[in-house]
């Protein structure tokens, strides 16, 4: 199994453009989830999905952050636009909450983000 | 889910048992405890987690106290590798999936 897969996995960008960040769960996982992490706040939850639902955002920052899962194999999270207190390493982890399963999230090696 | 309160940092030689300490005195029944760990420039990656049994696998064992108020993580044969932060982190499994990690513990296995 590969993991999952991040991409870009470095991006740097100046102020106020779109940057989109890639992932690619674990096959066969029905979550997802997008973390963020800073020197500051540590590793902070966004949002994740089930099933390719949202179902808590309450971690998202604020409007100029948005994320979607469009299959099951596919997510992004945008941000637009971007600022430089948003420079940061962002995660996105996989699980699986089928019977016998150890209910773990399994994260990709990240995007560290540098806003300019 | 419960708060956990582990040292800031730690050493251990190499080849020797790295033994890190998690409380959690207000643990509820149906909490868990799990441990990550996060090598550096790494995602977190999970260990090991236990209800109230003590747990083995691979990567290291986890010994919860009777009264389930604290744990440690026992890494048995520490290899440089080893170095990253530790986290502790009690929660329902199943339940609510946000996964609060807190400062950690960053372990240093020097040669």
């Known amino acids: 199994d590969a993991g999952v897969i991040q991409s870009p996995r470095h991006e740097v960008t100046e102020m106020g453009q779109e940057v989109t960040l890639r992932c690619k769960p674990i096959?066969?996982?029905?979550?997802l989830f997008w973390y963020r992490q800073t020197m500051m706040r540590g590793l902070e939850l966004l949002i994740y999905?089930?099933?390719?639902?949202?179902?808590?955002d309450s971690g998202m920052p604020e409007d100029r952050f948005s994320a979607k899962m469009p299959n099951a194999s596919f997510s992004t999270l945008k941000i637009q636009p971007s600022e430089p207190r948003d420079s940061a390493v962002y995660f996105c982890?996989?699980?699986?909450?089928?019977?016998?399963?150890?209910?773990?999230?399994?994260f990709g090696p990240g995007t560290r983000l540098t806003v300019l | 889910d419960a708060k956990t309160t582990q040292p800031t940092s730690m050493d251990c030689a190499e080849g020797r048992a790295a033994n890190l300490p998690c409380n959690h005195s207000?643990?509820?029944?149906?909490?868990?405890v799990y441990w990550y760990r996060q090598i550096h420039s790494q995602g977190p990656q999970y260990i090991i987690h236990g209800l109230k049994n003590n747990e083995t696998n691979e990567m290291a064992s986890l010994i919860i106290t009777e009264d389930r108020k604290s744990s440690t993580l026992i890494l048995p044969h520490a290899t440089l590798r080893d170095t990253a932060v530790y986290y502790c982190i009690v929660r329902v499994r199943n339940g609510v999936y946000k996964l609060s990690f807190g400062a950690g513990t960053t372990v240093t296995v020097r040669a």
């Open positions: 207000t643990i509820s029944g149906n909490e868990y």
């Open positions: 096959s066969g996982h029905d979550y």
């Open positions: 982890a996989s699980s699986s909450r089928t019977s016998g399963s150890t209910d773990t999230q399994y």
């Open positions: 999905f089930n099933n390719n639902v949202p179902i808590d």
